[in-house]
């Protein structure tokens, strides 16, 4: 059923982020994080590694440049309608936020409430829940009820309202038992029951809190760069000593494209590790390019995967990868004018 209503259009995630302070008793409408913007100006969010946790950073609010209706406007006028989701949290919304909004049932009332009417007053098409991260056994089950009663109040709604149900899907990390400190598990049947789909995030391996690593990968249009100890050896796992350029050693895709035309950067596919990498001197920049975006865009139909998701779009450069990702995906007719 899920499938069904995705598949007929596409997915555009929109990444949005909670400002500051949240409120769980008034409509605290979060600011619109599609707009492009220099790595210096932006503090971008961190993500959990796969295997280790990242540093938190702060990412500034930024005051959403639109009417309330352009959403609904711009990506409803595609034939067929591309489909947007709310996306609410990330790293700056602070892991107690969702672990106090969950364990309350007046919060987890408000909170729902909010999304709901906030996704139809914008027209979105569905809600996203990104906490980074539950924490411990608590928060799991605790997410359980909230998925359960969020699914529910989306179903009540949609009846009232006569309109299709919003969409519902979560960020997750990838392993279903993060054994970091507490072990902990994803409430899977609520998942499977409740959502339409999740997308794991598996990045940020490394970065500047272990520079004492080799050079190694971030995520998708957010990267890290290092500082090469030898710049004669500039293949990956080549020793570091220090992170390259960038926001502490953090680049969009956006920057990297720029930093290798002005530095005329040698830029190399590695098929192994399926990424890209450029370097400069002392320079190394690892990152996703449009071809490691292609294969792993292939990779993920030949698992028939739901969706392939990356963050963040607005990082991109002039829509590069995301039209490599889409044609990939859909095919060449994904980007027909309509
Ligand atoms: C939900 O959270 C509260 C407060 O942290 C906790 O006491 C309670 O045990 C949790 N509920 C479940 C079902 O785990
Ligand atoms: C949210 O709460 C308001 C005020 O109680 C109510 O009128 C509205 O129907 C609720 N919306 C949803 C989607 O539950
Ligand atoms: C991005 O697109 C704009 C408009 O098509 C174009 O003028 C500009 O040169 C492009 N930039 C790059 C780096 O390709």
């Not at 971008?44 to 500034?60: D, M, Y």
């Not at 107690?96 to 139809?120: E, K, L, Q, Y």
């Not at 411990?136 to 359980?144: F, I």
Request: glycine share 8%.
């Amino acid at each position: 059923m899920a499938w069904q209503r995705i598949s007929t259009s596409f997915l555009v995630i929109a990444v949005i982020v909670l400002a500051a302070d949240v409120s769980f008793s008034t409509a605290s409408f979060p600011s619109l994080l599609t707009r492009k913007s220099g790595p210096t100006s932006t503090t971008p969010r961190s993500k959990p590694a796969c295997t280790s946790p990242s540093p938190s950073q702060p990412l500034a609010p930024s005051p959403s440049p639109y009417a309330d209706d352009v959403i609904k406007a711009t990506l409803h006028a595609k034939k067929p309608p591309a489909q947007a989701m709310l996306s609410i949290g990330g790293a700056n919304s602070g892991p107690g936020t969702f672990s106090n909004m969950v364990s309350d049932g007046d919060n987890r009332a408000a909170f729902i409430n909010s999304t709901i009417t906030t996704a139809r007053k914008y027209g979105f098409d569905g809600l996203d829940f990104d906490w980074e991260f539950p924490s411990n056994p608590s928060d799991m089950s605790n997410l359980s009820i909230f998925f359960e009663e969020w699914w529910k109040a989306v179903d009540s709604e949609a009846s009232d309202s006569g309109k299709p149900p919003l969409l519902l899907s979560a960020a997750v990390y990838f392993a279903s038992r993060f054994f970091i400190d507490t072990p902990r598990a994803y409430p899977v049947e609520a998942i499977a029951k409740y959502l339409d789909f999740v997308n794991p995030m598996c990045f940020d391996y490394h970065g500047s809190w272990d520079t004492s690593v080799t050079a190694g990968y971030g995520d998708a249009t957010l990267w890290k760069s290092w500082k090469l100890k030898d710049p004669k050896n500039h293949g990956i796992g080549a020793p570091a000593d220090g992170i390259g350029p960038g926001n502490n050693g953090i680049l969009l895709y956006s920057d990297i494209v720029a930093y290798n035309d002005e530095h005329h950067a040698s830029v190399v596919y590695d098929g192994e590790t399926v990424s890209e990498y450029s370097y400069s001197g002392t320079d190394w920049i690892g990152y996703d390019g449009p071809t490691s975006v292609e294969k792993k865009v292939e990779y993920a139909k030949t698992k028939d995967l739901g969706g392939y998701f990356f963050w963040a779009l607005g990082y991109d450069m002039n829509w590069t990868l995301s039209a490599i990702g889409s044609i990939k995906y859909m095919g060449r007719n994904a980007l027909e004018p309509t």
